[in-house]
């Protein structure tokens, strides 16, 4: 059904002009002159093809008309703000939504997440699996994590420096071959996985080296079930945090962002 175009800034100098019956009250709440209110209240009755006021001897007073349309308004400008509360209930939720490819959340994600609860124990997680591009209008997401070459159309930051690594178990099985991995290398893989986290699972079971992330890679690494063979500078993938804009700017989301980019960036520099 077609709407009826609403003149919304004349009827919210109408309650209030209704309420003090005064345009110079009226105008010191909506925070304009009071030339501006009779200017809206004029524009408004020429929309209406009626008089809301008139003026006695006794100062302002609301036609018949304008009674009687005032009830409903009122009750449609509280509609208005239950609304608005509504929508703005996300902002003081403590639950995140959040989507990354699986083995980043087994290797890195589930990590950061255990450590920021530390930090703040009321905040609780959503976590959904992806494989690529991420659909928020549909997945009713917060934030997303990707392997990709930046934002796009979103707002992001990076999580790492895109930097490789070449890893392997300890006892030097290197010598196997190569673990390729879907969205990685596979040209000449002895052995080809679903993702980087198996790669990294199988050359720690002795099936041969495997390329990938060395943020995927690193607690592997420090707990000593992989060595790091050889690690290649980063090139335009890296893991990025992304969200639109209305996300991006939820206070919980920048809190989430703010941590772990930083803790990214100590690691960074950390390595270097």
């Known amino acids: 059904m077609k709407r009826t175009h609403l003149p919304l800034n004349g009827l919210r100098v109408l309650d209030a002009a209704a309420r003090h019956l005064s345009f ?9 002159t009071p030339a501006a209110v009779g200017q809206q209240i004029r524009a408004l009755e020429d929309t209406l093809g009626t008089v809301l ?20 308004l009122r009750e449609g ?21 959040v989507a990354a490819p699986r083995d980043l959340t087994a290797k890195w994600l589930s990590a950061r997440i255990a450590d920021y609860r530390r930090q703040a124990p009321d905040t609780s997680f959503r976590l959904m699996a992806t494989d690529g591009a991420v659909d928020f209008t549909e997945a009713n997401l917060d934030l ?14 990076p999580v790492c420096d895109g930097s ?24 000449g893989a002895a052995l080809v996985v679903a993702d980087a986290g198996l790669a990294i699972d199988a050359a720690a079971a002795g099936l041969g080296r495997a390329r990938v992330p060395s943020l995927l890679a690193a607690a592997d690494v420090a707990a000593g079930r992989v060595v790091e063979l050889d690690r290649e500078a980063g090139g335009e993938l890296r893991y990025w945090l992304v969200a ?19 803790k990214a960036e100590q690691a960074i520099s950390t390595a270097s």
């Open 24 to 32: 110079t009250r009226a105008a010191d709440e909506l925070a304009v």
């Open 53 to 72: 006021f008139r003026r006695t001897t006794r100062g302002l007073e609301l036609t018949p008309e304008a009674e009687n349309g005032l009830p409903a």
């Open 77 to 97: 400008f509280l509609q208005f703000e239950e609304s608005v509360r509504a929508m703005r209930a996300g902002q003081s939720s403590t639950t995140l939504t």
């Open 144 to 157: 997303a994590m990707l392997w990709t070459t930046g934002p796009g159309e979103h707002e992001g930051a």
């Open 164 to 187: 490789v690594s070449i890893v392997a178990a300890p006892d030097g099985a290197a010598d196997a071959g190569l673990i390729g991995w879907a969205g990685g290398e596979v040209d």
């Open 244 to 262: 639109p804009l209305p996300q991006w700017r939820q206070k919980k989301v920048r809190s989430l962002v703010d941590a772990w980019t930083q």
